[in-house]
Each structure stands twice: as structure tokens, then as C-alpha cells.
């Protein structure tokens, strides 16, 4: 049963609602709700899940509300329409669920799900030479200031933050066992000490963690599509090139989503999210040099979640781009010429030693 499950609960209560559950823990996960009808809680609860051939049953508890309100008056109205406890029943049918939700304080209905961890390999929008990747990005960008750019080695690899890649998906158990622990040893180390109850300090510990290799719901982009380049071909081997697939890049327009999504400030936020952030880069050496930008998601399959929305805004936000992985050497030895190299990118020793590595080796 462990994976991402997304879908809708209909009945007394009209909602989205997401089952999150650790591959390490595949039958005890976290169910998020988001109400339809704003004056009712959005909350999360512990799932407990027990699976017998396709039949499906569950236990709710430990209710926990997430209130977009700051009224203290209206906070404690909303905690007392929480149930203590709800049960789930359902068959399971490949990658969806059907079944029947009922709570303590008689609200119940149906709900129907779909698994969103499947993997898919998603096409690229345009295939294109490297000379002529670089008129086009410079083109798009002079067009729109705001866009971001991502590059993968391989363009068979989905855009999926670095937490999600361990086996987890349940964003309630990260951000109550682990971020304090993630915190408590950065302070030591720092001699700064974050705020977890502040949006801004909360995402800024996140993002130097992920720069240093702490898995995260994070993923990085750079708001230069030549930076996004030397990080895609940075991968390909130097002499084996020819034979590697082709590199990808990302292109994503922002300002286009969040005209119509919301921006989501806390990882505990139960709404099923993309989101794109600038932090602040302290203690964070490598942030400003690759022209750093960061989007947070809870949704394990970010293709799919930013394709369903493609379609039913009717507006393309992401473009994939494949450029042959032959393009290597060329594209590197003119990004050199640009200054993006690994000793800009990471400031340091290794950084120096790697590109001197890439120039004269």
C-alpha cells in the first residue's frame, strides 16, 4: 500500500484528499484534507491501513487542523469540528481505490483515489542542437524575466524532489521527527538557530539542507537556462557522450502559475502543492552563484501534477527540452567561456579542482 493516493472524498463533507505512505512503513501513513467549503478545517490524521487480497480497510486518528485562518477565535472553532477518530473501507483496483469514509461525529461518504507514484516517462516538448538552444533560451528569457530552468543528465529522469526519491511520502512524519533533528544539529554547527513556526526561517533551513545533500520535499532550478545547461551536460561522461541519452532541460513560467495556484508556506500545508520560492542564501555559499531558485512540492509526481493542470487551465507552464548528449564537450567548453563552471558553481576546493579537471583532462 505504500506510495502517494490522490483523490477526491464526496458525502457530507466534499474535499481533496491525499493517503501518504512511507515505503518503510507501508501500512501507517498520513491522510490529508483539504475542504472544499472554506469555513470547514482542513487537517491531517494517522492512517492506519490493513490490506486483505484487494479489500482495503483503515483507521483514523490523531487529527491534527491546518488553519489558513490567524483568528484564535475562529482557530479553536475550527479544532472542535474535528472528529476523534473515522474509519475507511475499499477495494483496491490496480493503481485506484473505491470505497466508504465514515467519522465519530457522523459525517461519512464515499471516496475514490488514484496512485500517482508510477514512474511514467514523460516526452519532451522540442529536441534541439545546442547552438540553437542557446538563441532560443536567450529569446525566451528576454521574453519572460521570470522563467526558471532545470537540467537533468538524462532525459528519462521525471522532475521529483530528493525526499520523495528515499521512499517517503509522508510529509507529517518529516516535518515532525525529522526537520527539528535536521535543525537542532544545523544550529549546533552554525551557531544560528532557525525558527520552525517561521514560514521564511523554516524554508531557508530547508534550502541550505538541501544544497548540502539532506533530502527534502525541495527541488533546485536556476533562473539562467545556461546554468541549468552546465548542470544537465555536467553529468554526461566527457569521451562517452555519443552513447548517452539525450540531456534535458526545463523551462517553467512561475509567474503563469501562481496567477492561478496557491503558494504554499509550510510543508505541512495539507493542499496538494507546487510551489516556486526565493530564500534567503545564508550560511548558503552556492545559492547566489547558480542563480538559485527552489520549488517545493508534497506531490511525489511533479510532471504529472504540473500536465494535469496544463490541461485543465489550457496553459503550458512547463517545456521539456532534450538536446543530444554529443552537444557535451562543445556546450561545456563555451559555458566555460560564459563563466559557468564548477568553480563558480560551488565555491571551494572541489569546486576548483573539478573544473580545472573538466579543462585540462
Given at each position: 500500500m505504500w506510495g502517494q493516493w490522490?483523490?477526491?472524498?464526496?458525502?457530507?463533507?466534499?474535499?481533496?484528499?491525499m493517503f501518504s505512505i512511507d515505503e518503510d512503513s507501508p501500512f501507517r501513513g498520513a491522510l490529508s484534507v483539504s475542504e472544499d467549503d472554506p469555513t470547514k478545517p482542513s487537517f491531517h490524521a494517522t492512517l492506519e491501513i490493513k490490506q486483505n487480497a484487494n479489500i482495503i480497510t483503515g483507521t483514523l486518528n490523531q487529527f491534527t487542523l491546518f488553519s489558513f485562518n490567524s483568528d484564535p477565535a475562529i482557530k479553536l472553532k475550527e479544532q472542535k469540528q474535528l472528529p476523534n477518530a473515522g474509519t475507511i473501507e475499499g477495494v483496491l483496483k490496480g493503481l485506484h481505490i473505491e470505497g466508504t469514509w465514515k467519522m465519530d461525529i457522523g459525517t461519512n461518504g464515499t471516496f475514490s483515489l488514484d496512485k500517482l507514484d508510477t514512474d511514467l516517462q514523460f516526452d519532451n516538448?522540442?529536441?534541439?542542437?545546442?547552438?540553437?538552444?542557446?538563441?532560443?533560451?536567450?529569446?525566451?528569457?528576454?521574453?519572460n524575466p521570470n522563467l526558471i530552468f532545470r537540467g537533468h543528465k538524462d532525459s528519462t529522469y521525471c522532475l521529483k524532489t530528493s525526499l520523495?526519491?528515499?521512499?517517503?511520502?509522508?510529509?507529517?512524519?518529516?516535518?515532525?521527527?525529522?526537520?527539528p533533528v535536521l535543525e537542532r544539529h544545523i544550529a549546533n554547527l552554525t551557531g544560528?538557530?532557525?525558527?520552525?513556526?517561521?514560514?521564511?526561517?523554516?524554508?531557508?533551513?530547508?534550502?541550505?539542507?538541501?544544497?548540502?545533500?539532506?533530502?527534502t520535499p525541495l527541488l533546485d532550478w536556476t533562473e539562467s537556462p545556461f546554468i541549468a545547461?552546465?548542470?544537465?551536460?555536467?553529468?554526461?561522461?566527457?569521451?562517452?557522450?555519443?552513447?548517452?541519452?539525450?540531456?534535458?532541460?526545463?523551462?517553467?513560467?512561475?509567474?503563469?502559475?501562481?496567477?492561478?495556484?496557491?503558494?504554499?508556506?509550510?510543508?505541512?500545508?495539507?493542499?496538494?502543492?507546487?510551489?516556486?520560492?526565493?530564500?534567503?542564501?545564508?550560511?548558503?555559499?552556492?545559492?547566489?552563484?547558480?542563480?538559485?531558485?527552489v520549488t517545493f512540492s508534497n506531490i511525489c509526481?511533479?510532471?504529472?501534477?504540473?500536465?494535469?493542470?496544463?490541461?485543465?487551465?489550457?496553459?503550458?507552464?512547463?517545456?521539456?527540452?532534450?538536446l543530444p548528449a554529443k552537444n557535451?564537450?562543445?556546450?561545456?567548453?563555451?559555458?566555460?567561456?560564459?563563466?559557468?563552471?564548477?568553480?563558480?558553481?560551488?565555491?571551494?576546493?572541489d569546486g576548483m579542482c573539478a573544473a580545472l579537471k573538466e579543462k585540462y583532462f
Open positions: 490522490l483523490g477526491r472524498i464526496e458525502g457530507t463533507n466534499s474535499a481533496i484528499i516538448d522540442r529536441t534541439m542542437e545546442w547552438d540553437e538552444f542557446k538563441v532560443w533560451a536567450l529569446s525566451e528569457k528576454n521574453r520523495h526519491r528515499t521512499g517517503r511520502r509522508n510529509i507529517n512524519r518529516y516535518s515532525q521527527v525529522d526537520i544560528r538557530a532557525y525558527r520552525l513556526d517561521d514560514a521564511y526561517e523554516h524554508g531557508e533551513l530547508l534550502y541550505l539542507a538541501q544544497h548540502h545533500g539532506f533530502p545547461a552546465f548542470f544537465a551536460f555536467d553529468g554526461v561522461p566527457k569521451n562517452q557522450n555519443d552513447k548517452e541519452k539525450p540531456v534535458r532541460i526545463f523551462m517553467f513560467d512561475p509567474t503563469a502559475w501562481h496567477e492561478k495556484h496557491h503558494r504554499v508556506l509550510f510543508v505541512d500545508d495539507p493542499r496538494p502543492s507546487f510551489s516556486v520560492h526565493i530564500f534567503r542564501s545564508r550560511d548558503n555559499k552556492r545559492a547566489l552563484p547558480q542563480q538559485s531558485v509526481d511533479i510532471d504529472g501534477f504540473v500536465n494535469y493542470y496544463r490541461d485543465k487551465d489550457k496553459v503550458k507552464y512547463l517545456l521539456r527540452i532534450d557535451r564537450n562543445v556546450a561545456m567548453k563555451e559555458l566555460q567561456y560564459m563563466g559557468i563552471t564548477a568553480a563558480s558553481m560551488f565555491p571551494g576546493l
